[in-house]
């Protein structure tokens, strides 16, 4: 089956460095996104790994390890507005542009 | 340029109705997908249509449906209403290949009663 396992929730303080994990393990592999959602609003895209390696994206960065099935999400100089739900996603190859979403991690920004 | 417009934005059904949500995609996006979005399961895969055909299909029952007209506007039917079909649909939009991201409409909320 497929499997995106993400934790649940995190929390950090204004102007920390969070990093938020992905772990999957899907039947192909055509891509990792990482989306961002507000409560209440729609998902809106962070990045997109195809490639190992980090791509980074003024204070926020993802990396992808194909070998190991992981990505994380790396958020620097956090700021209140950054408190959101992170959805981890896999696209798989051969199924069009469908994405598998794992549960989303909760990340609190406390000042 | 507009984003993702999804119709009504709020729903309330009794259980055995049918209800049809509607997705306007970003001018240009010829591919429109739809997701159910549920506090216990997060976001799962429902539909794909890349001019006006069905590319992909995830694994709900056949009670849920959808459609795509020539102008790339989707629509989805839910027949026969169960309780477990609370839940927010969203539609997400892109120009369909397959390493573009999905742009994804605020969602229709609906409460089945």
């Known amino acids: 089956g497929q499997n995106i396992d993400q934790p649940t929730e995190m929390t950090a303080t204004e102007g920390a460095i969070v990093q938020i994990n992905c772990t999957y393990q899907?039947?192909?592999?055509?891509?990792l996104f990482w989306y961002q959602q507000h409560a209440g609003e729609a998902p809106t895209f962070l990045s997109y790994?195809?490639?190992?390696g980090l791509e980074e994206k003024g204070r926020f960065s993802s990396f992808l390890s194909r070998s190991k099935g992981y990505s994380y999400l790396l958020l620097k100089e956090l700021q209140m507005k950054d408190s959101a739900s992170y959805l981890c996603a896999v696209r798989r190859t051969q199924a069009g542009t469908a994405l598998i979403f794992g549960k989303g991690t909760t990340l609190s920004v406390s000042s | 340029k507009a984003g993702v417009t999804q119709t009504p934005r709020y729903l309330i059904k009794t259980r055995g109705q049918q209800v049809t949500l509607s997705c306007s995609p970003i001018?240009?996006?010829?591919?429109v997908s739809w997701y159910q979005q549920t506090p216990g399961q997060g976001l799962q895969f429902l539909f794909e249509?890349?001019?006006?055909?069905?590319?992909n299909k995830g694994n709900f029952p056949g009670r849920f449906s959808g459609r795509q007209f020539s102008n790339s506007r989707s629509e989805m039917n839910v027949s026969t209403l169960e309780l477990g079909d609370s839940a927010l649909y969203l539609c997400?939009?892109?120009?369909?290949?397959?390493?573009?991201?999905?742009?994804f409409g605020s969602g229709t909320q609906l409460s089945v009663l």
């Open positions: 249509y890349f001019s006006e055909t069905q590319r």
């Open positions: 001018s240009g996006h010829r591919s």
């Open positions: 790994n195809v490639l190992d």
């Open positions: 899907t039947s192909g592999f055509n891509g």
């Open positions: 997400a939009s892109s120009r369909g290949a397959l390493n573009e991201k999905l742009f």
